[in-house]
């Protein structure tokens, strides 16, 4: 068990370019979720995953912004066209539910800041 | 959605102390969560309780879930204790505004 990974842990970009974020959960996990954290706050949710099926995305999550599993393992996020209010952590966590006992684990994140 | 308040927002302690963190929500839950949020970012998973207590080593926790809060329990604080604990609750986990802990020699 390595833990949940995500890559790279730090991004500067130029307003308006594309980013693309990547997390690989602990293997067998069945859930993926992203979250997005701010200065000061705790981290926010985005959307989640149960295996490669997305089931829901938070009205945070603009039309820029997009998120596959591709075959329920490993998933990306990308975001189009980047503004500076998009800079923040963006956490990874992964969990396997059984029934309504879920523990999530989270990854380090990927530091996003936006010039 | 649920509302979520943590108390205190800010701790000093010296180390060797206790603390007790307090977590309230505005609706019932069948999940609730305690991190920790070391100072470099990563968030670790404390405790899995919806109800009930849990002790593990120096930590503890118990929610009263018809009340509608938890408590988060550090003993003989140390250094390594810092960081921001935050709770958060149901699926999705909505989480708290944290409490920011810092506990000094």
């Known amino acids: 068990d390595t833990g949940v990974s995500q890559d790279p842990r730090h991004k500067i970009t130029k307003r308006g370019q594309n980013v693309t974020f990547r997390c690989d959960p602990i293997?067998?996990?069945?859930?993926l979720y992203w979250y997005r954290q701010t200065l000061g706050q705790g981290p926010e949710f985005l959307t989640y995953?149960?295996?490669?099926?997305?089931?829901?995305k938070s009205r945070l999550l603009s039309d820029r912004f997009s998120a596959e599993r591709p075959k329920g393992s490993f998933s990306t996020l990308e975001i189009q066209r980047t503004e500076q209010g998009d800079s923040a952590m963006y956490l990874c966590?992964?969990?396997?539910?059984?029934?309504?006992?879920?523990?999530?684990?989270f990854g380090s994140g990927t530091q996003l800041s936006v010039l | 959605g649920i509302q979520v308040e943590q108390s205190p927002p800010d701790l000093i302690l010296q180390e060797g102390a206790n603390s007790t963190l307090r977590c309230n929500f505005s609706?019932?839950?069948?999940?609730l969560q305690w991190f920790h949020q070391n100072p470099w970012g990563q968030l670790i998973n404390l405790f899995y309780?919806?109800?009930g207590t849990k002790q593990n080593g120096r930590l503890s926790a118990t929610t009263v879930a018809t009340e509608r809060y938890s408590l988060l329990y550090i003993s003989s604080s140390q250094t390594t204790d810092s960081g921001v604990y935050f709770c958060?609750?149901?699926?999705?986990?909505?989480f708290g505004t944290g409490t920011r802990l810092q506990v000094t020699l």
């Open positions: 293997s067998e996990h069945n859930r």
């Open positions: 958060a609750v149901e699926g999705k986990l909505t």
């Open positions: 966590a992964s969990s396997f539910r059984v029934s309504t006992n879920e523990k999530l684990f």
């Open positions: 309780i919806p109800s």
């Open positions: 995953f149960q295996n490669e099926a997305q089931l829901e």
């Open positions: 609706d019932s839950v069948n999940n």
